[in-house]
């Protein structure tokens, strides 16, 4: 039990479907995050919630749609990819402004699109 | 921007033995946090070492240690007494703190150091 669970751990979907990726922490943080690890870049920073509020969004495409219905949960929709958005989708989760704030990931979703 | 370099692809070290992966940052930042995490073939990301940059003391955790110089802006990670289980994809992370005290999580990462040990 890592702490940050991601389900699918795998997903193949084509250009018109949709899907949803899903993430659960059990660590009691106040702030939830999602990532993309494509092959050839570094990690990238999509989405932040804190306090179930989105506070940043680094001009992701309108085809991925975050929701965090609460703390703990935390959701990407997925409609309407590309095959270039097949990637490694990580969820993380942190206590914001502790003392000794870091974060914590989760498995990933490996994410095919065809 | 920050910006977060990696020069090692790859690396290999024997069993037992030690190895120093390599990272440089560039930041106008003052206050900000350094990281290492590992990557197994698991995908997990785990936290490897955490240091902050108004400490001087370089941030130790059992067989890993940084070195940490702060006006070179380098990052080093060290792995003494190597270990099967330490083969993964090694990655440097930045994140600044923000004027209210938190980070949005905003960490940039280097493109990784696949480190394999080898019996």
Known sequence: ETGVTQTPRHLVMGMTNK?????????GHNAMYW???SAKKPLELM???????RVENNSVPSRFSPECPNSSHLFLHLHTLQPEDSA???????????ENEKLFFGSGTQLSVL | AQTVTQSQPEMSVQEAETVTLSCT??????????????QPPSRQMILVIRQEAYKQQNATENRFSVNFQK??????????????GDTAMYFCAFMKRVSYGGSQGNLIFGKGTKLSVKP
Do not use: P, R
Not at chain 2, 25 to 38: A, C, G, P, Q, V
């Open chain 1, 19 to 27: 899907k949803s990726l899903k993430c659960e922490q059990h660590l």
């Open chain 1, 35 to 37: 990532y993309k690890q």
């Open chain 1, 47 to 53: 989405f932040v919630y804190s306090l179930e509020e």
């Open chain 1, 88 to 98: 490694l989708y990580l969820c993380a989760s942190s206590q914001e402004l502790a």
């Open chain 2, 25 to 38: 940052y560039d930041t106008s930042e003052s206050n900000y946090y350094l990281f290492w995490y590992k």
């Open chain 2, 71 to 84: 006006a070179a802006k380098s990052f080093s990670l060290k792995i003494s007494d190597s270990q099967l």
